[in-house]
């Protein structure tokens, strides 16, 4: 059974910074682009950062390209996506995803998962 669990979300003041962690189980995810995503009160759910698992590649949506970093570790199956100077627009429920193959859906907007996590709050305070 694929689980992906997210952690690290929590309160902090606008500027500060948050790591959040996926662990992921139940498969090897070689070939599989993970990503972040997240969704705010009241809006829809937006792309935030994606990487391939197997050869690093890594690609961030503007809001945050300069601000949040998306790495993983292969020996921990962990996905993390460290966040620096928080804004309170970047308030959400943020999810982590795996999806086999490309993340091109992603970037155009079609947030096509083979397996989703269950998400953590992220709450930047002004």
């Given amino acids: 059974q694929v689980q992906l669990v997210e952690s690290g979300g929590g ?5 500060g910074s948050l790591r959040l962690s996926c662990a992921a189980s139940g498969r090897t995810f070689s070939g599989y682009a993970m ?14 950062a994606a990487i391939r698992w197997t050869t690093e ?9 300069g601000r949040f970093t998306i790495s993983r570790d292969i020996a921990l199956n962990t996905v ?31 947030y096509e998962a083979d397996f989703w996590g269950q998400g953590t709050q992220v709450t930047v305070s002004s």
């Fill in 80 to 110: 993390y996506l460290r966040m620096n100077s928080l804004e309170p627009e970047d308030t959400a429920v943020y999810y982590c995803a795996a999806r086999l193959g490309s993340w091109s859906a992603w970037v155009v907007g079609r």
């Fill in 35 to 48: 990503g972040w995503f997240r969704q705010a009160p009241g809006k829809e759910r937006e792309f935030v």
């Fill in 11 to 15: 309160l902090v003041q606008a500027g």
């Fill in 57 to 65: 590649l890594t690609y961030y949506a503007d809001s945050v390209k």
